[in-house]
């Protein structure tokens, strides 16, 4: 009894800032070089959201320069549409707080995760504040924030806050101070550059201790942003199921045509049907036993596959090709974009393209490149599904050499653009086995 009373005592929630603080590795800082590149992607994938979203050709700059003792400061700058003020200590100081977690589209950032995660990896290794400058038009001012985490509660905790002279008209400016070594310089320039090739529409200008490095834009167009789609029947589980319900004053009938994807009248009734409820009947006065049998009925009853031309935004054959070339002059490139297809009520497309020759290594593995909406996969490279794919492949009938992986002066690049992309962990490095987009990657 003594006992029980002292674990009692010992026992009390923690906040999901606590528990990110000690599983660092989950979210892609297991070390300081990765740190430097985990923030730098973050910052980057949230400039080029921003800019898309806005409709604007993404010009982003890049700066990382030594401080102090393996003290690094990165500041990551972008044209998008700025953030309002009252937002920004949230996205910047507080994990899991994001706009695109409840929209079915392609996007690269989605749990609200992963710059608020830099903010607090900075926080812990050089205990300083990371700074935030916002605009969001000619007519507002710049402000200009200090921003940590309070870590127990998970709240934004902010530290100074002012308006700020800025030249910019919009845009946000994110600077973020921690502890690293510089070794991941390679790897970094790496990133940019595949960044680079799979988003042709954006420039990057980068200063590195005192080198620069631009990489220029093949492509003038705007990209078109995706939009949000319902759900599709197929792909729901019993729990959003019963959130959704409990949300709806409908009828059965309206809540299944408006609130999912690809269902008409026809289609709901007989879901109506299956499940034995009259489609007349108040969405939210049905029992937990009524949904079950509503979900089982979803999932037999035939729908088309969600559509995937607003929700998805592919490259493009000839923007693969040219991004391609303009980075790696090869004897030959050649790009595929696969229709596209379904897994578990999630759309999906997969893109491939091929390169030969040139200046790529003649000895050794061929380059494996891997993308998932639009972000390089930099880690993990044994443990995705696109590398075994790539594995099972017989390059040999094509006299490509072949020790598991092609060898030789080749160049491979699969690109997957989902709703919702299956990664092994939430540090987002490696593509889960599902079969449906195993098939689509040897297709291509």
């Known amino acids: 009894m003594v006992l029980a009373e002292e674990l009692a005592k010992q026992q009390r929630s923690i906040s999901v800032a606590e528990f990110f603080e000690k599983n660092k590795h989950l979210l892609g800082f297991d070390s300081p070089t990765r740190g430097v590149i985990t923030t730098i992607k973050e910052a980057v994938d949230n400039a080029l959201d921003a800019c898309e979203e806005a409709q604007v050709l993404p010009d982003i700059y890049i700066s990382i320069k030594k401080t102090g003792p393996e003290i690094f400061r990165i500041i990551v700058e972008d044209n998008g549409p700025g953030i309002v003020p009252a937002q920004v200590p949230f996205v910047f100081g507080k994990l899991l707080y994001g706009s695109r977690f409840h929209q079915i589209r392609q996007t690269r950032g989605q749990q609200g995760i992963g710059i608020s995660a830099a903010v607090l990896y900075a926080q812990l290794t050089s205990g300083l504040a990371t700074v935030v400058i916002s605009r969001t038009g000619a007519k507002e001012l710049a402000h200009r924030f200090e921003i940590q985490i309070k870590i127990e509660t998970n709240e934004p905790d902010i530290i100074s806050q002012q308006p700020f002279e800025w030249d910019r008209i919009h845009g946000t400016r994110v600077q973020i101070e921690f502890k690293s070594t510089m ?190 909406n639009r972000v390089p996969l930099m880690y993990q490279q044994g443990a995705c599904a696109i590398t075994e794919c790539v594995a099972n492949v017989n390059w040999k009938s094509y006299t490509i050499s072949q020790q598991g992986l092609p060898m030789g002066p080749v160049l491979i690049l699969v690109h997957v653009a989902s709703t919702n992309v299956p990664f092994t962990s939430e540090s987002k490095d490696a593509i889960a086995g599902i079969p449906e987009i195993e098939k689509e990657i040897v297709l291509a």
């Open 183 to 372: 070794s991941a310089k390679k790897k970094l320039l790496e990133y940019l550059k595949y960044t680079s090739v799979v988003n042709p529409h954006a420039r990057f200008r980068v200063e590195l201790e005192d080198e620069s490095f631009t990489f220029e834009r093949v492509s003038q167009e705007v990209i078109a942003c995706p939009v949000a789609i319902q759900p599709h029947p197929h792909g729901i589980e019993f729990g959003q199921l019963k959130r959704m319900a409990a949300a709806s004053d409908g009828k059965l009938i309206d809540f299944l045509v408006n609130g999912f994807s690809r269902v008409g009248k026809k289609t709901a009734q007989e879901m109506c049907n299956r499940a034995g409820l009259k489609p007349t009947a108040k969405v939210q006065g049905l029992s937990a036993e009524e949904l079950k049998n509503l979900l089982a009925a979803m999932q037999v009853v035939a729908v088309p596959a969600p559509p995937t031309t607003q929700c998805l935004s592919p490259i493009g054959e000839e923007l693969i090709r040219r991004g391609l070339d303009k980075e790696f002059q090869m004897d030959f490139v050649s790009a595929r974009t696969r229709p596209s297809s379904v897994y578990s009520g999630h759309p999906f497309v997969v893109e491939a393209a091929i390169g030969y020759g040139g200046r790529l290594q003649p000895e050794g593995n061929a380059m494996i490149l891997r993308f998932a």
